[in-house]
């Protein structure tokens, strides 16, 4: 069996990684926190095939560190850096995959380093019993499916599915028991469960964030963020369970808002996170959006929580396509942009249709978020890029509107390195927009923190 050795510090993708890597791959894990416990389990006597790291663990950036390492120690161990800015190789023996939730990327990649072929991991003959090791599995309040433990060559049930198993688990480890086994056929069920209970840990971390600092909570909400972008063509209970992570977002976004002093120190922390620019941009929006409407008569926590609601899933179909090339910006602009193919324009062209086909199947879906979600280029149906601004727009739309305006022209000028300037900006949305009822809306960002 081929060894993988997993560095990273995120509780959320050390449970994917390991999870996913043994299922699919039929590989051996070994997951460590930090830099310092990589170098440690490369000094033993445990030899590696390939070595999987985020891009930055405990503030390091492990990559470098690591490379030094095998390099002054003779080794050539393949490495795959996820979270990294380029999806292909980065340098001798060490590939990148962008996305860091990228499950997919990180399983190909990883296959084709080691040599596994798709027909042979189709053809995986892995007996009626499978190994799962088990940290993984407790991250599971009760088991998944059946499992069974080992004794010399006969399987004896441990415990059922559905029943608690925690305990059971903690004690085989502390035995010095390192795996358990499933029947073969329950290895997609447990990669399945393991995504929803993925989706619960990920709410309640974010229903836990009071008091914590702004840096905390965006990371939080980063996360939840790459999970769901990731996760847009999963099964059904997958995508149905994801508004919990939106909707424990929403009200978290509030948080970051209300905490923030001004645009300029809450886009310094999104840039020290080096998130995308679609999470960015929707973040300030939502910064933008919150005092404008801080300063309506018709504005109420009700709305701030609809419109981050809207915000957290109207550009989601995008996040995949900027993750692929991290360099684009304004989304109009995307159409014309010869780096995407046909059917990432189509994409661009359908995003707001498609993120509103999403959401309007939600049980909870705040109250007309599906229809803010399809207009919010100023378009009734969803497709293209407004030219001529409709007047029957409801008012929260066309706050959206505006504050995402707003941000472009703030991200603009961040990326040309020129000072941002309201009383000029404003102006030039007034004109933009025409119509009065938004002159009125454009005139109160003159209340936005700067
Ligand atoms: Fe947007
Ligand atoms: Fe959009």
């Known amino acids: 069996m081929k060894k993988i050795l997993i560095v990273s510090d995120n509780e959320f993708l050390n449970l994917l990684y390991v999870m996913n890597l043994e299922v699919y791959l039929a590989v051996n894990t070994t997951l460590v926190f930090s830099v310092a416990g990589a170098i440690e389990a ?8 390939l070595i999987l790291t985020l891009e930055i663990v405990n ?20 490495m795959i850096i996820t979270g990294a800015s380029q999806d292909e190789l980065i340098g001798q023996n060490i590939f990148g995959v962008i996305g860091k939730f990228n499950i997919q990327g990180i399983l190909k ?31 599971f309040s009760k088991a998944p499916c059946q499992i069974f433990t080992q004794n010399e060559k006969s399987y004896k049930s441990l415990v059922r599915s559905d029943d608690p198993m925690g305990d059971l688990l903690v004690d085989l480890n502390k035995k010095g028991i390192q795996q358990v086994f499933v029947n073969s056929k329950d290895r997609l069920v447990i990669t399945n469960k393991m995504s929803l209970t993925l989706i619960e840990k990920i709410t309640a971390s974010l229903k836990n964030l009071d008091g914590t600092p702004v840096e905390k909570k965006v990371q939080a ?5 790459e999970f769901a972008a990731a996760n847009l063509f999963s099964s059904d209970e997958i995508k149905q369970q994801m508004q919990e992570i939106a909707t424990a977002s929403g ?32 973040m300030i929006v939502s910064y933008v959006a919150y005092h404008m409407i801080k300063n309506v008569t018709w504005g109420g926590e009700g709305q701030v929580e609809k ?8 550009d989601i179909f995008l996040a995949p396509i900027y993750l692929k090339h991290p360099e684009l910006k304004i989304e109009s602009a995307l159409l014309e942009n010869s780096k995407l193919d046909e059917k990432e324009k189509d994409i661009v062209l359908n995003h707001a249709k498609l993120a509103a086909e999403l959401v309007v199947g939600y049980k909870r879906c705040p109250m007309g978020a599906d229809i803010l979600i399809k207009q919010h280029h100023g378009m009734k149906k969803g497709k293209g890029f407004v030219k001529f601004y409709m007047e029957d727009l409801s008012p929260l739309s066309k706050i959206i509107l505006i504050a995402e305006m707003f941000v472009e022209e703030l991200m603009k000028s961040q990326e040309e390195k020129i000072p941002f300037n309201a009383k000029l900006v404003i102006p030039k949305l007034i004109s933009e927009f025409k119509s009065p009822s938004y002159t009125k809306m454009v005139q109160s960002l003159v209340n936005v923190p700067l």
Not at 264 to 282: E, P, Q
């Open 59 to 78: 503030k390091e950036a492990t990559p470098k560190s690591l490379e030094n390492h095998l390099k002054s120690f003779g080794l050539k161990i393949p």
């Open 221 to 225: 909400l980063s996360d939840g963020y």
């Open 251 to 282: 009200k978290v976004m509030q948080d970051v808002a209300k905490d923030s002093a001004s645009v300029k120190s809450l886009l310094a922390v999104m840039m020290s996170n080096r998130d995308g620019y679609i999470f960015t941009h929707s």
């Open 307 to 314: 419109i981050n609601f809207v915000l957290f899933f109207h």
């Open 109 to 139: 990649t990883s296959a084709k380093i080691l040599g596994i072929t798709a027909k042979q991991m189709a053809e995986l003959d892995v007996g009626a019993y499978y190994p799962v090791s088990i940290p993984p599995l407790l991250g």
């Open 42 to 49: 490369l000094k033993s006597k445990e030899k590696f095939d």
